[in-house]
Structure formats: C-alpha cells, structure tokens
C-alpha cells in the first residue's frame, strides 16, 4: 500500500480540495441533507486534514461538531474526498484513521456520516438506529452510519442534527 503523508489543512489547500469535491460529488453537492448540516459552521479546525503523496494534494477530510437532539460531543464526517487517480491505495483509510484518532483525543464522543456502510463499515461504523436522527432533508437510512468513540454514548439519543462551532 502507498504511503500517504497526512497533514492539517490550510487555505492554500482549499481550491484543491474544492475542485476534489467538485470532480466526486457533482453540482447536486450542495443539495445534499449533511451539506445542509455544515452550511454556515465552520468545521473543527484541527480535524481538517490533508493526504500528500509525490508533493500533491491527493484528498482531504473535514468534521463539524454536531449535536443530536440535545447530545453534544459529536461530528459529522465530511467531505471525505480522494483524487480518483490514487483510489485504491489508502489514502481514504489514512485520512479516517488519523481523523477519528484525533477526534477521540480531543474529547469528541460519536462521529454520524452519510455514506457506503461497505466502505465505512471496515472503520467500526454501523447503521443508526432507523428513524431515531433527522437530518434536514432525505436520507437513506442505510446511508446513516454512526460510530461510538465514547462507549454509549449514543445510548437513547434521538432528535434533529444540528451543527455549532466549537
Ligand atoms: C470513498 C473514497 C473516499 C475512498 O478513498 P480511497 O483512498 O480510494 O479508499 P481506500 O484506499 O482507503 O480504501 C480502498 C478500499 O475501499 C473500497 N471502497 C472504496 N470506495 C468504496 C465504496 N464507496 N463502497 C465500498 N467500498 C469502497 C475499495 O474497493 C478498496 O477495497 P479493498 O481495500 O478491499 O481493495 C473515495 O473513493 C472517494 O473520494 N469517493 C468519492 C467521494 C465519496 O464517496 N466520499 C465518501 C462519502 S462522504
């Protein structure tokens, strides 16, 4: 597997990585239920994270702390973006693990996405409990992937996902 070097984003990486997010997600991106979450918050700073390889940009992955319902203590995961000429080689695998690592130090307790459980599945990731997180828009349930950095601390939760800025 190629090695990725995993760095923190800067503003010099954002048209890059917006031209990344253009090229995997379409026009229709904006449209998007967990675009519609992060619209207007800023996402955690120290979880926006770079992958290099050969001195090039190859993907990145942002987090915006979230509440669900009344629980804080939460991120929602995205975008995750890899440049379609390295697919396959790890750089998604290496931006997650380093950002979930960083998010469990800094005190986060559940990360929530809407992505391919076949993909995130591999990271400890499990559908939601269906009709307990409501996002706002359509989601498919089976799209609705939560993971517990803390144990339990998605016990009971229910509610509206809104985003703050921490
Ligand atoms: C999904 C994405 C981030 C994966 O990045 P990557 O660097 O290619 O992935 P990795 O190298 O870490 O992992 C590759 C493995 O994941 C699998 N995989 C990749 N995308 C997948 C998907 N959507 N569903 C299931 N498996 C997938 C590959 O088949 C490969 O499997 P293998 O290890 O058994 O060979 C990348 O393909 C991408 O940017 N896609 C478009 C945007 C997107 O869908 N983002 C996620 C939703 S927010």
Request: aromatic letters at 8%; hydrophobic letters at 45%; glycine letters at 14%.
């Amino acid at each position: 597997m190629t090695t990725f070097e995993i760095h923190p984003e800067t503003a010099a990486d954002v048209p890059a990585l917006n031209a990344l997010s253009a090229t995997a997600f379409g026009p229709g991106r904006f449209a998007r239920s967990a675009y519609r979450v992060r619209e207007g918050v800023a996402p955690a700073a120290e979880l926006s994270l770079t992958g290099w390889q050969d001195g090039r940009i190859r993907g990145g992955v942002r987090f915006t702390a979230i509440r669900i319902g009344d629980r804080r203590g939460g991120l929602l995961l995205g975008p995750l973006v890899v440049d379609p000429s390295v697919a396959g080689q790890g750089c998604g695998k290496a931006l997650l693990l380093e950002g979930i690592a960083r998010a469990r130090d800094a005190g986060f307790a559940f990360v929530l996405l809407v992505g391919d459980m076949p993909y995130y599945g591999r990271f400890g990731f499990r559908p939601a409990v269906p009709g307990t997180i409501r996002l706002p828009g359509p989601v498919d349930p089976a799209r609705l992937l939560v993971l517990e950095l803390a144990e339990g601390s998605l016990d009971g939760v229910s509610g509206a996902v809104s985003a703050y800025a921490d």
